[in-house]
């Protein structure tokens, strides 16, 4: 006679419980404040930045505790492709980027999950293929800490002219200027690259 509850059953029940409960609890975390120059809101190192080539809205806007309404699809750029990626109602996020008509306005980045972000933030771009972010915190293992939590990698050297600084080092930079300064991402270089006063 055959055994009903077998141990490869009893293993795929309890790894689809497991991956359901990490769903829940990544979704039930709060995420403090919903504008991205806000204080700290915990740790978030961002595995997507990336150039919007146009948005797709239908009765999309962010609720006040910071959560995705309606619907909104991105068609972001991955090595010079569109390719479409949509935040579900519910998704957490901030929009500071208001232009949805034009193309190639905003930048979005996040933390995904597959190909499902799972935390999002739209930001307008301030130059040719840069934007600006908050201040960096600090430097650590290739990644700048931002004021707010972010985490997004840094370049090599990051240029301080923005800022007529003098300072040797860049410790030494952020000793002086706390958080008065902003930061500078570059898309062709995929880091901060600059910062500006």
Known sequence: MRQVLSWRFVAAIAAVCGLALIVYVVQSQPDGPS???DAAVG???????SLVA??????????????????LILNVMVAGQPVRVQAFPGTRGVVECQNFTDQFQCVVLGQSLGDTLVWFALVPLSGEFRFRL??????????????????????????????DDDA???????NEHDRDFESVYDLTEDAIVAVAC
């Open 168 to 174: 040797a080092s860049f410790a030494e930079f952020l």
């Open 35 to 37: 504008t991205f120059a």
């Open 54 to 71: 146009s948005m797709e809205q239908t009765g999309f806007e962010m609720t006040p505790d910071g959560t995705v309404s309606g619907t």
């Open 134 to 163: 908050p201040a960096i915190d600090e430097l650590e293992g290739g990644f700048a800490r931002l004021v707010n939590g972010w985490e997004l990698p840094y370049a090599q050297s990051i240029d301080r002219s923005g800022c």
């Open 43 to 49: 740790r978030r190192r961002m595995d997507v930045v």
